[in-house]
């Protein structure tokens, strides 16, 4: 935000500045040499500009016009571009009136050095036609530096939200990447590839059919990992397939420790999620569940529709360390929340009774 209101006021200054030196450029070039007048007037222009600027972008921050605006609140930008620039033209011509920043005619020559006209004297030029006349001539060249300004503040918020956007996917496909690398790093160690490959050898002999069906399982959960980061969103009902693979292979190794219960609604099984999310919240249930704790474990995967938003849970048999919150995979996971999202989405881990730990996920339906 700091460096954000830096750009501004250096991009401001610099702008007006220049708009100066152009029109005093344009002086030498076509006219003649500018009257000290002239100049007095060009840097009351340049003052009045940066302030009257600088508030009517106060006030499109404080009524939540900053672009990019939804197209039913263009107007009321228009209304205040409107008004101010009939707020610059009438102090700009008020001013040159009170400071007599103009020719003088007949005797009356120079600038005096003090305030001469009182208010009485501004309001029977008024009267006068005079003031109003340049209060009118103001606004018809003014108005275009104003619209200018705006144009140019306008195209330069829509170049950063565009940048924004272009570097959220940026970091939101480098994320994934990493995902998956580190996901499949976890399988190549001993924690996951090593033990479900003993388990499928321990099974070549007793039961060839479930181990070729646990090849099956673990092929299919390696092709998803490394497809991860071709795809932005899939549906539940495909990772719930992968996580069934997953869980089926953990099984083997902890047969009647791991009890695996699933309420799922039919409706939310074509809702959309980051794809490996599901399984990056099972495994953590299954690190630290039966990882961690003597007996049996209870894995409950929830998935229902609540007020209009996809609400996933992953309920574990354990107590909740605190050091879990800070792990590769749940930071992932809030992260990707956050690029996808915004602040739409939730994640948290809870708590949720004395020997139970609850994953939530909440992801809007679009």
């Not at 005619?105 to 120079?110: C, I, P």
């Not at 001469?116 to 340049?134: C, T």
């Not at 990772?239 to 039919?266: G, M, P, Q, T």
């Amino acid at each position: 935000m700091k460096k954000n209101s830096r750009i501004f006021w250096i991009c401001q200054i610099a702008g007006w500045l220049s708009y100066a030196l152009a029109i005093v450029f344009f002086a030498y070039v076509l006219e003649r040499q500018p009257s000290d007048i002239f100049l007095k007037r060009i840097m009351m222009s340049v003052v009045l500009g940066i302030l009257t600027t600088s508030i009517l972008r106060f006030a499109i921050i404080q009524n939540n016009l900053r672009p990019p605006t939804p197209s039913s609140k263009w107007w009321r930008i228009f209304l205040l571009v409107l008004s101010f620039s009939v707020i610059y033209s009438f102090i700009s011509a008020s001013f040159i009136e009170i400071l007599r920043l103009y020719e003088p005619r007949g005797a009356a020559k120079g600038i005096k050095n003090e305030f001469v006209l009182s208010i009485s004297e501004i309001i029977l030029k008024w009267n006068g036609g005079r003031v109003a006349k340049r209060f009118l001539f103001g606004l018809i060249f003014d108005t275009p530096i104003i619209l200018v300004w705006i144009s140019i503040y306008i195209l330069w918020h829509y170049i950063e939200f565009t940048n924004s956007e272009a570097i959220n996917k940026i970091k939101l496909e480098s994320l994934i990447k990493e995902l998956e690398l580190k996901t499949i790093k976890s399988q190549i160690n001993p924690h996951f590839i090593f033990n479900a490959l003993n388990s499928i050898r321990a099974l070549v002999d007793e039961d060839p059919k479930r181990a070729r069906q646990a090849i099956t399982e673990l092929s299919n959960i390696l092709r998803s990992s490394i497809q991860a980061d071709k795809i932005e969103i899939t549906s539940l009902e495909k990772e719930l397939a992968i996580v069934k693979d997953y869980l089926a292979l953990e099984f083997i190794r902890f047969a009647d420790r791991l009890k695996i219960v699933y309420e799922i609604e039919a409706p939310s099984l074509q809702n959309q999620l980051p794809p490996m999310m599901l399984q990056t919240l099972v495994e953590n249930a299954i690190k630290h569940g039966l990882g961690k704790q003597p007996g049996d474990c209870i894995i409950k995967i929830i998935s229902k529709i609540e007020n209009n938003k996809h609400v996933l849970k992953v309920v574990n048999t354990g107590i909740l360390q605190p050091a879990e919150n800070d792990g590769f995979g749940l930071q992932s996971t809030k992260e990707r929340l956050n690029i996808l999202y915004g602040g739409e989405a939730l994640f948290e881990i809870y708590q949720c009774e004395t020997n139970q730990v609850t994953a939530k996920l909440i992801i809007p339906i679009h």
